[in-house]
């Protein structure tokens, strides 16, 4: 971006940052919900999906948008307006500050520090704030009892999340994002450097507990408790309707999105393919391309995961969470430092 | 006569053997035993079901008996009957309801006869032996209650309490005596022959309507003009 | 908002707690939640009444009613052939198999035995809907769970044995197809072949439930000594079918004391589980339907050609007498206790429906639970709501 537009005035380079923001969420939101939520899981489930709106139901996504945005706008009456109104906004903010961390290439990104995975992960436990607003706000018991479950999920996996990625930080030596996408580039396995060191190789595990705690984070089943649908209806959704239940719905898919991405680059390699220099020009066209693609396939296992198993019950969840996960993230980051010195 | 269905088959002679039921004799002439005066009266139909009747005092007790000694764990169900002819009735060869209610004929009662408008009907069951039995007991109009079976069937609490909000029937240390199906402020007993079913009320029964052939078959009996 | 609409607001409020036996005034502990009468669990509108303490329920009170029609009531001002449309309608999933012990009592009453024809098609018949009713509980139970796919293929497979049903009687949800005396009509052609194609679709469905629902992990720890009901209580409560033989209790009507199916010439088991959990119901009607198909198949082998109807006059009138018949129907014990004068109506019939027994234990069984629990025990007692209510 910086070597593009060095020309332009401030508030033409602001404009653009701000709608390439809002596609660099939207555009991926929009493309999960039609492809794993509408077409993979219905021939998951041995049927066809939407077909009506559009050639195979492309533009069901429109129709969704447009169905909600003419509906009702309606408060519970014993509703708490200010912090009701807010809620949805609050959940929106942590998942567009989160984007911003992300790198789409070698420059292409929206801001470059030295502790951008650090703050990644810090803006994205504001999103617990949001939902327990909703679920307090709404005043009612089935919100509250949703809020609340959502909050000791939400926290418990932050830990397991924060502990996997320490694992990639100490191989990769930094903490900037940018970085970590070069270290996997120009790393080598055990001195082959063909196709780069992406970090799910080594880190697998760490891998393999950052998706779990994705899962849990993004209260898809089997960790959706909070909105166990058979039991609390929506939970901390329920009173939400028409425009500000479309907020919280992009702000899952969005999320949803901006994890996988997160996953790709931190464990797949980010927006490089082998073959090709990591500061190649090349890199600036399709690395957003590639990026999409890696995330399609992270988003395809998490989506694969929520069709097809039953919800945990909350204690279980906790302990899933307390007595597997976290020390296994440690013993991981052990042996990461042990390796790391050795080799 | 059991009728055979098939004409080709040849009819066999009938000879009228009564059929024994040793099980369920059995168990009446026990029950006599333990139960003395309280039975009044029973049936058994050979190898198809018993009957028996009961006093209301000893209503309880029959309880108590039936599952401690004659391994009758199960609780089938719990019911009323109203043998009150109902007075919305409908002469037999009648084909619409009266308009106006009729004179009611005579309150007469079925297997193990009766001498009260209202009985209960209570049915349990051993499911080691497979032998059950029906129980009946006669309720004065006047006093229209007795003891509740819950604290020896648990299952009977629901029962008693379907029976009491639609007969009217009271059950003495009921656990839980609250209306089961109809809403707080219903009044009356709907399943009483002399609550009138509204929907009977306002339209006619439109009578016999004609039925189809039976199959296959040139009907010689009896027809009638629809 | 005026005085009056306040009044009457309050008023229905005080009345619906009433109802629910909740003291507005003085709750001190718990919190006090409402599950239904709409809400995505209950199979219907079967609303219950949770004290809750932080997420342990202390007590538990389902208030039904909301679906009563008033069948007993009913069922004295229609002919005997009436009321098989109306009885049809109890349990709505297995729907054939509530006219039968209610044509059977009439036939005892009668003194009436249906043709062989008619009673090998009549069980046949009588499987479908046992099959019908209960696939569609195997992937209910994953509903309730959090698992949203096997309720699809359970559909899509239950779909197959609506047709085969359909192509008998004409329809697929209320067949309506059983008479005083037999059968209303004989099979098509080409139906015993069908069939046979259509039960190997349902044993590959039960597969493919044993994989996909019964070996998860996390079905069977959300299963596993959850709900356990020890045999006695289960008996004394009146529990039956499914989930009175998940206890440990080894009763089946089919085959002790059954009378006018075929049940008895069949090589068939009686599958029996000695935990009496939710993972124990769900694993005996896996196998129920898989003995269903075995049942099924032989009926098809061995059905005895004749007539499917016997003499009856067309005009219907049950002779004076009392009778009680009940059969194992897909949702438990079902039976009625039809009182006849002579007349061309019946004077009483009792209805001893089985899930309102099923039902009757919720209380003493969801004292302590947690509320995802609620949902899972409720879910494997598996009750229709029309079948409590009638």
Redesign the interface.
Known sequence: MSVVLADLAYWQETTIRLLVGLIAVLLPAGTLVYLFLFKMMSFMQSRLGPMEAGPYGSLQLLAEVGKFLQKEDILPKAADRLIFKLAPFVVLISTFLLILVIPAGPDLWFIDVDTGIFLGLAVSSISVIGILMAGWASSSKYSLLGALRATGQLIAYELPMVLAVVGVIIQAGTLNVQEIVMAQATGEIFGFGGIGNPYVITQFVGFLIFLIAVQAELTQPPFDMPVAESELVTGYLTEYSGLRFLMFFIGEFATAAIFSALAATLFLGGWYVPGLEPTDNLFNVIGPIVLLGKMLLVAFFIFWFRFTYPRFREDQLQQLAWKVLIPLSLVNIVITGVLKVVF | ???L??PEETTEEEIEIPKRDDIREDLISKLKDDLGESLVATEIIAE??V?ARVTKEAWLETAQVLLTRYNM?????L?A??WLP?PFG?D?DAQVDQPEPVTPEEM?W??TGGETRFQL?A?VHD??N?L?I?LKVDLEDTDLSIESWSSI???A???EREVSEMFGITFLNHPNP????????FEGY??RKDFA?LA?RIKP?PG?VD?ED????E?E????DA | MSDTADTKQMAYIA?QA??A?VNLEIETEGMTLNIGPQHPATHGTLRIVVRLDGEQVISADPL??YM?R?Y???T??R?Y?QVTTLVNRIDWLGSFANEVPFILAAE?LM??????R?QWIRTALFEMSRIANVVLFLGDMGVQLGAVTPVFFAFRDREFILNQIEAVTGGRFHPNFDRIG?L???LPKGWIDETRGVLKRIRNFCDEIETLVVGNEIFQSRTRNIGVIPA??G????LSGAN?RSSG?D?DIRR??GVGLVHNELDWKVWTHPDGDSFARFWVRLQEVRESCTMIEQILDGIPS??????????IKVP?????V?TENPLG?M?Y?V?S?G???P??V?I?SAS??NV??TP?LLKGVYVPDVISILASLYFILGDI?R
């Open positions: 006569m059991i009728q269905s098939s198809v079901d009957w764990k199960y609780f089938n169900f019911s009957i109203d109902s409908r037999m007469t079925g297997t009907l049915r499911p080691e497979h059950g029906s069937y648990p299952g609490d629901w029962h609250v209306k089961l199906y109809l809403p707080g402020d709907p399943m079913l009977r029964w016999i039925v039976m199959p296959g078959e009907s009996e009896d027809e009638v | 009345a009433a109802d036996r039904m009613g009563h008033g007993e009531k009913l004295e001002v002919t052939p005892q003194e009436v035995e249906a043709p062989p008619a037999g209303k009509d004989d006695d209580i008996l004394s409560y009146g009175i209790v009763w002790d004391g004749g007539p499917v109807m016997a003499k009856v006059p067309r005009i004076a007498g009392e009778a009680y009940e014990v039976g206790y009182i004068k007349d061309l109506t004077f009483r009792k001893r309102f027994n009757s234990i003493w209510d």
